[in-house]
């Protein structure tokens, strides 16, 4: 019985590493911009109408603020990371 090699098979491990970087690029991006908009959604929202709002609704508001910044932090060091990494 033989043996087949498959000569392209470097090629085709190329071709899908080229296509995860492309379209991991394209996540990163998607998922910071959408944080982006939503910390800026709730930050008007907390500015925008102070007295309407519990204190408890506020107080939810000002806690989802942070915790989205933080991971807005966290993907913008990770895209950083993943773009020098690249470069590299």
């Keep these: 019985m033989r043996h087949f090699r498959i000569k392209a098979y470097g ?3 190329n ?7 492309a379209w991991s690029d394209w996540l990163i991006i998607r998922i910071v911009s959408f944080l ?7 930050c008007k929202l907390r500015r925008s109408n102070p ?3 519990s204190n408890r609704a506020a107080h939810k508001i000002k806690e989802t603020i942070i915790r989205v910044g933080e991971l807005l ?7 950083i990371h993943f773009i020098l990494l690249k470069c590299i």
């Design 15 to 21: 071709n899908m590493v080229f296509i995860v970087i």
């Design 36 to 42: 982006f908009i939503g910390l800026v959604t709730l």
């Design 73 to 79: 932090l966290i993907f913008v060091v990770l895209a």
């Design 51 to 53: 007295n309407f709002l």
């Design 11 to 13: 090629k085709i491990v």
